[in-house]
């Protein structure tokens, strides 16, 4: 089993900045790709920034948002800039794995919440 822990939502003025960390851990051989994803009250889940080898970002958060990680490639960050209310949601960390089973999988955070408003 693999699982994902998140931490660093919280509540933040509009222009601030935020930094969530995704920790992997489990019967990993290697993770293949990492991303997050939000989910606001009434709107559709969507894929804020991910990294696979090559990084992309949700245009609405291009030039704000950087995702990262670490030596171990078993933490994924993503650092928040210059906020805006419309970035309030759940923010989930998922996952591409190769299992030490040798099987592949997606796995998701708990979600962590990230409310942006003054």
């Known amino acids: 089993q693999v699982q994902l822990v998140e931490s660093g939502g919280g509540l933040v003025q509009p222009g601030g900045s935020l930094r969530l960390s995704c920790a992997a851990s489990?019967?990993?051989?290697?993770?293949?790709?990492m991303g997050w994803y939000r989910q606001a009250p009434g709107k559709q889940r969507e894929l804020v920034a991910s990294?696979?080898?090559?990084?992309n970002y949700a245009d609405s958060v291009k030039g704000r948002f950087t995702i990262f990680r670490d030596n171990a490639k078993r933490t994924v960050y993503l650092q928040m800039i210059s906020l805006k209310p419309e970035d309030t949601a759940v923010y989930y960390c998922?996952?591409?794995?190769?299992?030490?089973?040798?099987?592949?999988?997606?796995?998701w955070g708990q979600g962590t919440q990230v409310t942006v408003s003054s």
């Open positions: 990294d696979g080898g090559n990084t």
């Open positions: 998922n996952a591409l794995v190769t299992t030490t089973r040798g099987l592949p999988g997606t796995y």
């Open positions: 489990g019967s990993i051989s290697r993770i293949n790709a």
